[in-house]
C-alpha cells in the first residue's frame, strides 16, 4: 500500500519545518526556484532529476534549525554561513536517499574562487545554488532597488560565470525575478516537484530524517520518538495486529509529535508545570499534525495521529472521544505514548521508575483511561518489549551522536582551513 506520494513527501517536509520557521522554508523555495530554472536553461537535466535538484535546494539551509540564531537570517547566510551548511551536509549524507547532492550543501558558500579548485561532480550545482541563494537574499533586502548587474564585480572570483549566464538566461527567458516577487513562481514550482520519484524505502527513510530533525529542538525528542514507535511496534505485533496494519501504526507512530516543533522552546523546556495558557499550545500540536498530514497521508494513518491523546474514558483531547469511537491502533499508540511520557525526564520533573510507570498504567486502565486488554499485552510482554526498545534508542543515538561528533570534526577542520 502507497501511504504517501513521492510529491507529498516534499510538502509535508517543507510544512512541518515551516512550523518551527516559516521563513527560512520560504527562503528555501525561492532559492529552490531559481535553481531549478537556471539547470533548465542548461538543458542536461530530465524532470526527475530537476526534481531532486528542487527537493534538496528547498531543504539548502536546514541546517540552520539545528543552530542558535535561526530568526537571524542575515547572520547564518552572511556572516556565520560555515555551521548550518555543514549540519545541512551531514543531515543529507547520513539521513536522506539524495546523499549524493550533500556536498553542493557543503559548499552553497563557498567562493567559486575556491569551489573550483575541488574536484568533485556536482561542484558547478553548488555554484548556482550559491548565486541563487545571494539573488534571493540581496533581492529581498533591497526590493525595486536590486538590480542582478550588481554582482558582475564579482564574477570568476565569489561567483561562476557558468552559474551568472545561466541566471541571466533565466531572467530573459522565464522572468524568474518578476515570478518570484508576484508569487506565480509556486505553480512551476508545484509542477516540478510532481515529477519526484521515490521508492518506499526512500519515503521511509525521509520521514525518519523529519524524526531526527526532531532533535533540532532537544535530544530527547529523538529518544522518545524512537521509544513510542518501538513500544507501539511492539504492542502491535504482540496484539496480532496484520502487516498492513502494522505499517499503519509505524508511520502513526513516528509523525505523531511532529506538531511539537512548532511549540516554543520555552514552554517545552519550562522547569515548572505549565499553565493552562502554555498547555493549550501544546494541545494545539495535535491539531497541526493532522492539519498538515490531512490529504497527503493514507487517513488510516492520519486518525491514528489525531487520537494519539484520546482516552477510553473520554478524558483525552482534542475531541474527547471514548473508546467505542477509536480503533485499536489508536489505542496502542495512546498507550505508547504514555508510557514513553512517564519514562522520560521532564524540565519540571524527574523520569519516573519502571516500577511507578507499571502502577500508573495499572491504575488508569483500571479505571477506564486506556484499553484494558492493550494494558494486558503490554504487562505481559513488558520485559520483551523493553529490551527491544533499549537496543532501538541505542541504535538510533549512536547515528545522532555521530551526526554531532561530525558536525563538530567539519568545522574544525574548516575554521582551521
Known amino acids: 500500500m502507497e501511504y504517501i506520494h513521492s510529491k507529498d513527501i516534499f510538502l509535508f517536509m517543507r510544512d512541518t519545518l515551516k512550523l518551527v520557521d516559516r521563513r527560512a522554508m520560504d527562503h528555501g523555495s ?5 535553481l531549478y530554472k537556471m539547470l533548465e536553461c542548461k538543458g542536461v537535466y530530465e524532470k526527475f532529476e ?45 539521513l536522506s536517499p539524495l546523499s549524493e547532492l550533500a556536498t553542493v550543501i557543503l559548499y ?13 561532480e556536482q561542484r558547478e550545482i553548488a555554484a548556482c545554488l550559491s548565486l541563487a541563494e545571494r539573488v534571493d537574499i540581496f533581492s529581498v533586502a533591497l526590493g525595486e532597488k536590486f538590480d542582478i548587474s550588481m554582482f558582475d ?10 552559474a551568472m549566464d545561466l541566471f541571466v538566461k533565466a531572467v530573459r527567458e522565464h522572468d524568474v525575478l518578476n515570478k518570484v516577487k508576484s508569487g506565480d513562481y509556486k505553480e512551476e514550482l508545484d509542477d ?94 495535535v491539531y497541526l499534525a493532522e492539519r498538515i498530514l490531512q490529504n497527503r497521508m493514507a487517513p488510516e494513518v492520519v486518525e491514528i495521529v489525531a487520537a494519539h491523546h484520546e482516552r477510553s474514558d473520554g478524558s483525552g483531547y482534542p475531541r474527547g472521544l471514548r473508546e467505542m469511537q477509536m480503533n485499536q491502533k489508536q489505542q496502542i499508540l495512546q498507550l505508547a505514548d504514555s508510557v514513553t511520557a512517564l519514562l522520560g525526564r521532564r524540565s519540571y520533573r524527574s523520569a519516573f521508575k519502571e516500577s511507578e510507570m507499571l502502577d500508573i498504567i495499572q491504575e488508569e486502565a483500571s479505571n477506564g483511561k486506556y484499553n484494558k486488554n492493550i494494558a494486558k499485552t503490554l504487562f505481559d510482554n513488558y520485559d520483551d518489549i523493553m529490551q527491544r526498545v533499549k537496543l532501538r534508542a541505542e541504535e538510533t543515538m549512536v547515528t545522532y551522536r555521530r551526526l554531532n561528533q561530525q558536525f563538530k570534526k567539519v568545522s574544525d577542520k574548516l575554521k582551521a582551513q
Open 30 to 34: 525561492r532559492v529552490a526556484y531559481y
Open 50 to 94: 530537476l526534481a531532486d535538484f528542487v527537493f534538496m535546494a528547498s531543504l539548502h539551509d536546514i541546517g540552520a534549525y539545528k543552530t542558535d540564531n535561526l530568526k537571524d537570517m542575515i547572520r547564518y547566510e552572511l556572516k556565520e554561513p560555515m555551521p548550518h551548511a555543514t549540519y545541512g551536509y551531514l543531515v543529507f549524507k547520513h
Open 108 to 120: 552553497h558558500h563557498t567562493d567559486y574562487s575556491q569551489l573550483e579548485l575541488l574536484d568533485y
Open 153 to 162: 564585480k564579482q564574477v570568476g572570483t565569489a561567483i561562476s560565470k557558468e
Open 192 to 285: 516540478i516537484i510532481g515529477y519526484m520519484i521515490f521508492t518506499n524505502e526512500d519515503k521511509r527513510k525521509y520521514l525518519e530524517m523529519l524524526m531526527y530533525c526532531q532533535g533540532f529542538k532537544s535530544e530527547k525528542a529523538v529518544v522518545n520518538s524512537v521509544i513510542c514507535t518501538c513500544i507501539a511496534e511492539m504492542l502491535g505485533v504482540k496484539a496480532g495486529l496484520s502487516p498492513l496494519e502494522r505499517d499503519q501504526l509505524y508511520y502513526g507512530a513516528i509523525l505523531h509529535d511532529i506538531g511539537m516543533m512548532a511549540v516554543p522552546r520555552e514552554i517545552t523546556d519550562a522547569p515548572r508545570a505549565l499553565t493552562a495558557q502554555e498547555y493549550d499550545k501544546v494541545k494545539k500540536h
